[in-house]
């Protein structure tokens, strides 16, 4: 059961920091094993701010062991009560800089309050003071990250940093969502517009489109999330590219079946080619956006395919 701060003793005080203390830096060596393949500038930060969190922890040690002695007892946060759960963002593969950035901010406000509240709870002079220090050294992080942040973050790094950060947001969300889109927009054509012509009832087409669009996107997803662990390519978690995927296969298809909603036949029909058009006019500009494809080039190859599928399902269920 976790204990109440105020009833914590000086001893159980600085074990606690200690326990803390060794947490935190084994964080920030996360953080920057984890950054350093695609952000190495900011994944040097956090070195820093890792053998700054290790020079606390030693300062700690000696003040416990002219007090206490040499054992130590385990105290973690998660014993204590008032302490902010973290998210292991730590764990995740590949980090986000920004995420990362916010959570050391975090960190860096909890452990100075609660060095504040350590230093107002306990009565000997030098451990006093030297908690006291520690508050204020954790308020001075945010200055030490600046410096090095103008350190290492020159604009020619962070113009890389932010080109790096681009790259795995294409590889994790634009690229499985721009798959699905695609197939959900182009392959439901030929059978939407196929039921909506063999029937002419605006009923039959809609339940034909809700069940392409809807089995496609399971499939798109399945098939996406099966494709690779992301552990080689960097494409990050496979569940996440596979909702992706899957969502904008569905919204894909959904797009033009939706407008057979409306029970005239032939009103609907001119609805759905409408949305079909800018279905494609977006796919071209998402692929020239950020697949930096020419707009002309993805234009053509794009409305050329949806075109010919539209075409076909118009001759099936006109036959």
């Excluded at 009833?7 to 920057?32: G, K, N, W």
């Excluded at 000696?62 to 008032?82: A, M, N, Q, S, T």
Aim: net charge neutral.
């Amino acid at each position: 059961m976790a204990k109440n701060f105020k009833d914590l003793s000086e001893q159980e005080i600085l074990a606690l920091a200690i326990s803390s203390e060794e947490t935190d830096a084994r964080v920030y060596a996360d953080f920057a094993a984890g950054l350093k393949a695609d952000y190495p500038a900011t994944a040097q930060i956090f070195k820093e701010m890792e053998a700054e969190e290790d020079e606390h922890r030693r300062e700690l040690i000696e003040e416990y062991r002219r007090r206490f002695g040499e054992h130590i007892p385990l105290i973690r946060r998660e014993d204590v009560k008032g302490f902010v759960h973290r998210k292991p963002v730590w764990l995740i593969r590949p980090l986000g800089i920004k995420t990362v950035r916010r959570q050391a901010e975090i960190m860096e406000t909890e452990t100075r309050r609660f060095y504040e509240r350590a230093a107002g709870k306990v009565s000997d002079a030098s451990t006093r003071k030297l908690l006291g220090d520690l508050a204020e050294a954790e308020r001075k992080h945010v200055t030490l990250a600046d410096n090095l942040q103008q350190e290492y973050l020159t604009p020619e790094v962070e113009a890389q940093e932010e080109k790096a950060h681009r790259r795995l947001f294409v590889l994790q969300i634009v690229q499985p969502g721009l798959a699905g889109l695609m197939d959900g927009s182009v392959s439901t054509l030929a059978p939407v517009f196929a039921a909506a012509f063999a029937t002419h009832n605006s009923h039959a087409a809609l339940l034909v489109g809700l069940a392409a669009s809807v089995g496609a996107g399971i499939s798109m997803a399945f098939a996406e999330a099966a494709s690779d662990d992301g552990s080689l390519t960097g494409r990050g978690k496979p569940l996440l590219r596979g909702v992706v995927c899957g969502l904008m296969t569905t919204a894909g298809g959904i797009g033009h079946t939706l407008p057979y909603l409306i029970p005239d036949f032939r009103t609907a029909t001119a609805i759905a080619v409408v949305i079909v058009a800018i279905e494609l006019l977006l796919i071209s500009w998402i692929r020239k956006r950020f697949m930096d494809t020419p707009f002309l080039r993805a234009a053509f190859q794009v409305i050329v395919g949806g075109v010919l599928v539209f075409l076909v399902g118009i001759w099936i269920g006109s036959s």
